[in-house]
């Protein structure tokens, strides 16, 4: 009983009145003219597997986490928020040649590289490094500092054992 034929519709109910009525099914008669319950179509079942097909496409095609554009010629950051609260993780993408080393750097210049691979910075924080721009990007995180206001996060390139500066980006801390 679909309702797709009023008329077999019709018969239908007109044969489960008159059983009712001759079983003395009381509930029944009360019930037999109220809407019946439809179960939802194959065609609702479809659009909702095309949707979720759709969805999960565009899932794969815009992963989350900070998105920049590649450029395997001019380096660029970005960072996944503006404003961040002390101590928090901060998402950031960069982009570059795929040539020497590279480092992050919050408020300050690099200084040196240690033999043991580590950084270190002159009035600032390092970030994150040294590291190299596999296929032109890297992605990573890095703590906000502990200080609040405005901070300036800054890519710098090595070659020839010298940092310059990049590019560079702004961060608000917050308490």
């Not at 679909?2 to 099914?25: C, K, N, S, V």
């Not at 691979?117 to 703590?143: D, I, K």
């Not at 906000?144 to 090595?158: E, F, I, N, S």
Request: aromatic share 6%.
């Amino acid at each position: 009983m679909d309702g797709r034929d009023p008329e077999l519709a019709e018969a239908t109910r007109r044969r489960q009145r008159a059983f009712a009525y001759d079983i003395g099914d009381e509930q029944s008669l009360a019930r037999i003219d109220q809407p019946r319950y439809r179960r939802p179509g194959k065609w609702l079942l479809v659009l909702l597997l095309v949707v979720a097909i759709v969805g999960g496409f565009q899932a794969l095609r815009h992963p989350p986490g900070v998105h920049i554009a590649k450029s395997c010629t001019t380096p660029a950051i970005r960072l996944g928020v503006s404003t961040a609260p002390h101590g928090g993780s901060v998402d950031w993408a960069g982009t570059g040649p795929t040539s020497g080393k590279y480092a992050l750097v919050i408020d300050g210049t690099p200084k040196a590289v240690d033999d043991k691979n580590r950084l270190t910075v002159n009035g600032g924080t390092a970030g994150s490094g040294p590291f190299t721009m596999s296929g032109c990007l890297v992605h990573s995180t890095f703590q906000a500092p502990d200080r609040t206001g405005q901070h300036t996060v800054k890519l710098y390139h090595r070659t020839n054992q010298t940092f310059q500066l990049v590019a560079q980006a702004k961060l608000q801390v917050t308490r």
